[in-house]
Each structure stands twice: as C-alpha cells, then as structure tokens.
C-alpha cells in the first residue's frame, strides 16, 4: 500500500441471502482513498455503495476480500481505538440524534466512550466543537426538535469531529437538506477537511452534489465498480457509458461541459476535437 493510501478494498465482495435466493451486493471491488481527499462514491440505489459504506464502517462483514486501514487489515471486529479513527455523518439528521438528548450531551458521547479530555474540560470542548461547525455554544442546551434541518446536520458533524478522527464517511449528508443550506454545508465540509487534514469517503447519487467538493470518484453500478477518476476526468472524460449517463443528468456547469455532453451525445464518446 501507497504511503498516500488511507484506505483501500481488496476484491471485496459481499453477498446477502434473500429467502431461498442470494443476492450479490458489491462483486471484487477494489478502490484506494488517498490521505486527506475527499473521495466520492457515486451510483442509483441498488449499485452497492452503500454497502461498501457498512463494510468500512464495521457494520456488514465481508464475504469476500478485505479493506486495508493505514496499512493493516481493517476488520468487522475492530477495537475501540480503530472506531475512533473512523466516524460516520448519517443521511437524515434527526433520525441520527437521540431526540431525548441535548446537543451538548450528543456531541459530548464520542469524548466519554473514548475517553477524551477530562470530564471538567469536555463541557469547553463541546462548546469549540459547535463554534468549529458554525452554531453558537448556547446550542449545547437545546434538543434536536429544536434546530433546523441544517443545523441538525452541523450537529452530527460535530459529534462526528469529536472523535478527532482520520476519515469519516459521509453517507447521503446532504440529500435532505434544501438547496441552499446544502450548498452552505458542503462548504463548511470543505473547509472542515482542509483545516484539518481529514479524509472524506463522500456517499451520494448525485454527480452534482460532490463536483466542487470530491478529488476523485468512483462509480459504482449494479454491485461493480465501473470507473474511478479525477473530477475532471469524470466530468470532461468519462470512460463507462452509465458515467455519461450520470453526468447527462447533472446541470451544465460551463460552456466548455456543454460542448462535451453535445459531444457524448452525437459521438457516443467524450474527448471529441
């Protein structure tokens, strides 16, 4: 594994039984996540990325394969201080916070389990993690039903931060939100990970969504990886025909994407002088 390799899949394949049936979730993908990118899996529903999610997050275990963490096996069973390093921002913001909870005390769980901080330095902590994420301290006191659908989201992605992780998988983060307070929270998610080193694995169905935000995608279709590059590459190039696909539904960025799709759509192929 590359030194600039956080995370990679080795042939990674994972098959669920469905009564008498067996259904093939993802089949011998292979990716590699590079240290402080942010790396978006992009397919429809049903194309396995979201099982490639549950893997890496210890949920699911694979039936074949492996994923490789900083060099090492990254198993189902991982202990405690692995967990750590690998934090999850969820779909839906509400259904992801215990509504019984403030927000300081949500935020407040990843510092207990693992023991970060003392106990009379967590309350600050909390209280940074917030101004970290552009909410005010005094939100600590108020509970999820509370807070806009955008704030919610900036909650978890606090909680997420408390850990002080090395990647967080940020599965459909924004699909919930409106236009414009996702648009706000895919630049706080930017800054988040240049200001401090992170790695994002970016979860989504939408090109869209990750254009201005990933480094590099990979397009997952029916439980297959079918092509990985660049943004530009994807969006000036792409290789597979479900990619075109994608991007023929994606809104023109600029003139220059125009002439590509017009190309794609002539020529059956990007690239054409």
Request: glycine share 8%; with cysteine.
């Amino acid at each position: 594994m590359s030194e600039d390799t956080l995370l990679r899949t080795v042939r990674l394949s994972k098959t669920f039984k469905v009564g008498d049936h067996e259904v093939q979730a993802l089949k011998d993908v292979n990716i590699d996540v590079r240290r402080g990118e942010c790396h978006a899996v992009v397919g429809e529903s049903g194309s396995g990325k979201s099982t490639l999610a549950n893997i890496i997050l210890g949920i699911y275990p694979a039936t074949y394969g492996e994923v490789q963490f900083d060099g090492a096996p990254l198993r189902q069973d991982r202990p405690r201080a692995m967990r750590r390093r690998i934090q999850l921002v969820q779909q839906n913001p509400l259904s992801s916070l215990n509504i019984r909870r403030r927000i300081g005390s949500s935020i407040r769980l990843p510092l207990d389990v693992h023991g970060i901080g003392d106990r009379g330095g967590r309350k600050a902590r909390v209280e940074e993690l917030l101004e970290e994420v552009g909410l005010e301290p005094e939100m600590a006191r108020r509970t999820p039903a509370s807070l806009s659908g955008g704030q919610r989201q900036r909650v978890a992605i606090a909680r997420a931060l408390a850990a002080d992780p090395d990647l967080i998988v940020l599965d459909e983060p924004t699909s919930a939100l409106d236009v414009l307070v996702q648009a706000r929270v895919l630049k706080l998610l930017d800054r988040l990970r240049r200001d401090r080193g992170l790695t994002y694995i970016f979860i989504t169905h939408d090109l869209a969504v990750v254009r201005a935000l990933a480094d590099r995608i990979s397009v997952f279709a029916e439980g297959e990886r079918v092509e990985t590059g660049t943004t530009d590459e994807i969006f000036s190039a792409p290789k597979a025909a479900f990619t075109r696909q994608l991007i023929g539904a994606v809104p023109v960025a600029s003139d220059e994407e125009e002439a590509m799709r017009e190309a794609i759509r002539t020529t059956g192929r990007a690239g054409v002088a």
